[in-house]
Nanobody
Framework: QVQLVESGGGLVQTGGSLRLSCAVS????????MGWFRQAPGKEREFVAAIMWPGGSTYADSLKGRFTISKDNEQNTVYLQLNRLKPDDTAVYYCASPARKYSPGASPGEYDIWGQGTQVTVSS
């Protein structure tokens, strides 16, 4: 059974940084796409970034340049570095992965496995 566990969220001031982690268990990280999404109160879940299969990364246009996705295959962990945070970045951040080896698009429906989420709150 594949499990994704996020950590690293918290309260930060505007302009600050956080690094989110997503620990993967039950299968090897390599060989599968991994994505980050976020959901603010009252809003739909939106795509943030993804590491694609077999390689490369992609970002939501509005977040490109401030957020960076990376992975450590030895640690079986995916990271999301959040820089220059703004109050609008406040949301629950989720990592997700498809069940099969392919490169999904930006729709949450294309991802099958989800973590429980980690809260990021940016104060003004």
């Amino acid at each position: 059974q594949v499990q994704l566990v996020e950590s690293g969220g918290g309260l930060v001031q505007t302009g600050g940084s956080l690094r989110l982690s997503c620990a993967v268990s039950g299968r090897s990280l390599s060989g599968y796409a991994m994505g980050w999404f976020r959901q603010a109160p009252g809003k739909e879940r939106e795509f943030v970034a993804a590491i694609m299969w077999p390689g490369g990364s992609t970002y939501a246009d509005s977040l490109k340049g401030r957020f960076t996705i990376s992975k450590d295959n030895e640690q079986n962990t995916v990271y999301l570095q959040l820089n220059r945070l703004k109050p609008d970045d406040t949301a629950v951040y989720y990592c997700a992965s498809p069940a099969r080896k392919y490169s999904p698009g930006a729709s949450p429906g294309e991802y099958d496995i989800w973590g429980q989420g980690t809260q990021v709150t940016v104060s003004s």
